[in-house]
């Protein structure tokens, strides 16, 4: 029996599919890039300290986030303004950021202003998130998991 036939006169409903953002944060050097190719199958990642600000837009991935806020701050754009238009024009994308705000406050107050601001962006992107995952020593702990139950058996794992 063909498809169309064993489908014949039966309503089909069609599933509507919600993606979200996903957040990787840890320490620098501590394994969230290769955790991102492993678990969400990305190859293709943007460096936030060398990417084009409008790639973003329709990227899979960005890695070194906070460091793209870094740019932000040192150019004057608003980064809370920016990470908004992430959330609202990218709701699929995966955002890889180092934990920079633990321990000793900087001197330097342009140093101040970022951590605060990579601070705010953080905090957006992880309440827009599906998941939150911190990643310390390639091990890892789920912050935050929203995703629906019906999720296949690979990810069910997290």
Not at 18 to 35: D, H
Not at 50 to 78: P, S, T
Request: charged share 25%; glycine share 8%; net charge neutral.
């Amino acid at each position: 029996m063909n498809e169309s036939a064993r489908f014949k006169g039966r309503k089909l409903t069609t599933l509507k599919v919600v993606i979200f953002i996903n957040m990787i944060i840890g320490g620098a050097y501590q394994g969230k890039r290769a955790f991102a190719r492993e678990y969400f199958g990305i190859n293709n990642m943007l460096d936030g300290r060398i990417c084009d600000y409008d790639e973003i837009f329709g990227a899979e991935c960005v890695f070194n986030f906070h460091m793209l806020i870094k740019r932000l701050v040192d150019e004057n754009i608003d980064c809370v303004e920016f990470t908004q238009k992430i959330i609202d024009e990218n709701s699929d994308i995966v955002i890889i950021t180092d934990e920079i705000g633990c321990g000793i406050i900087p001197l330097e107050k342009s140093e101040r202003i970022w951590r605060e601001n990579a601070g705010k962006c953080g905090c957006m992107i992880a309440a827009s998130s599906e998941k939150v995952i911190r990643v310390f020593c390639g091990i890892l702990t789920v912050i935050k998991n929203t995703a629906p139950p019906h999720t296949t058996a690979d990810k069910e794992r997290i």
